[in-house]
DNA sequence: TTCACTGTATCGCTACAACGATACAGTTGG
DNA sequence: CCAACTGTATCGTTGTAGCGATACAGTGAA
């Protein structure tokens, strides 16, 4: 469940945690109301300092995934579907958006990038 | 020309220079063969380390946009179009396969990335 | 009430990006 | 040849992200 971390990706120790807990979620292998794992638990288990764990609980609490009661744990919220998945709009709207900043950058347009991204989903050229 | 330099901008002062000359070159407003400020010259225009400049030519260098001869200045490279729409493909697809790969650790698919993307081309909801 | 569990707050360390200061080295026109 | 220009190399400073160590504070069952 947990053994896909790796301390030497560039991808954050926290992010990882986060990825791993975010799909355990919308996947009800964790149910509402269920408690994750407690910071200090899931930290030793990984070999990870609990700071690192709280970092990506608070992530997934800033998402409306989760909320950590001080003193209790940190328990699974219910989302409605529908709710979730306007959430995912929004994110999804936000990283294009920062994409097309970004890319303007390198002289590249929207344009570039929308092709870009049909040949990337469908598999048009090389892969 | 270059009165848009922001230093409380979030976009890193070199970057910020090199956007500036990806544009000027590539619209002609640079030949090949003609010289960029030198070094000192656009850092004290801009009232900026050397440095910082330095670092935004090697940027365009690397990127194929021009080059930089030590003892005689910066000079712009003649490029073939077509080499430089095939860059900026490539350039594209990058960016692209990144973008899939941050979204996924938000449990954002690659087709969730595309129906945004079309919103945010054809600018179809909420602008 | 107490104790063993929860999360929280506050540090410090390390690595790295961004930027600047300054000395080094090549080019070129007079 | 040399002076005045070019880029280059090497530092130091500052800010910040990632991670860890450790002390603080709330909760709940015995």
Redesign the pocket.
């Known amino acids: 469940m947990f053994d896909e971390i790796d301390p030497r990706s560039p991808v954050?120790?926290?992010e990882q945690i986060a990825a791993r807990l975010r799909v355990a979620v919308a996947s009800s292998e964790y149910r509402p109301d269920e408690p994750?794992p407690?910071?200090?638990?899931l930290a030793s288990l990984l070999r990870?300092?609990?700071?690192?764990v709280?970092q990506a609980?608070r992530d997934l609490e800033r998402e409306g995934f989760v909320e950590?009661?001080?003193?209790?744990?940190?328990f699974v919220l219910e989302v409605p579907a529908s709710r979730r998945d306007d959430e995912r709009r929004k994110q999804s709207r936000e990283l294009v958006r920062r994409l097309i900043a970004d890319a303007s950058r390198l002289g590249i347009s929207a344009a570039d990038l929308a092709s870009a991204m049909d040949a990337e989903t469908k598999g048009d050229t090389d892969e």
Request: hydrophobic share 30%; no cysteine.
């Open positions: 954050p120790l926290y994750l407690s910071v200090r638990q990870v300092n609990p700071s690192t709280v609980y950590m009661r001080h003193g209790a744990g940190t």
